[in-house]
């Protein structure tokens, strides 16, 4: 899903996500399109992950489902070291991700950070951090699914 907002450029953002009007969030990078939400949930901020291919620098783990299912998403994660857990509490030592699906499909990957709020990257913008409902709605979809790491 492309998605491009100006630095800054609050309202378009919030109409797009109108839950983030009622919570606390940050916009924390310039606009990149070297990577996406997947890369970013995973700590990667130098190509795009995506199931089918986007470009040269798109990547998908090796062995993983190319469809955008939650299940193939779940099993790429597992991949690279994450398992399904059942919420998106902080736990300590562990990092997590939420994955937000819509129409059957991922729309969007979240990761946490060590203080239990939430980064995102916005398609080819910038990187927010944010509460987890704050990007649920009609673009996104819901919060489908947790994973987590032991880091």
């Known amino acids: 899903m492309a998605i491009n ?6 309202q378009t953002l919030e109409d797009a996500f109108p839950k983030l009007r009622a919570t606390h969030y ?4 310039p606009v990149d399109i070297r990577y996406n939400c997947h890369a970013y949930a995973m700590g990667e901020t130098h ?31 597992v991949i690279w070291g994450f398992i ?15 994955l937000y699906v819509s129409n059957n499909a991922v729309q969007h990957t979240a ?11 916005l398609g080819g913008s910038f990187d927010l951090v944010h509460e987890l409902n704050g990007l649920e709605g009609p673009l ?5 699914a947790f994973m987590k790491k032991v880091t």
């Open 111 to 121: 990761g946490q950070t060590a203080d239990g709020s939430w980064i995102s990257k």
């Open 26 to 29: 940050t916009i924390r990078s």
């Open 47 to 77: 190509r795009v992950w995506e199931p089918t291919p986007v470009g040269p620098s798109a990547f998908w783990p090796p062995g993983a489902p190319r469809a955008f299912d939650l299940q193939s998403f779940q099993d790429a994660y």
């Open 5 to 10: 907002f100006s630095l800054g450029d609050k």
């Open 84 to 98: 399904q857990c059942s919420d998106g509490e902080l736990e300590s030592g562990v990092r997590k991700i939420a």
């Open 140 to 144: 996104y979809g819901q919060v489908s």
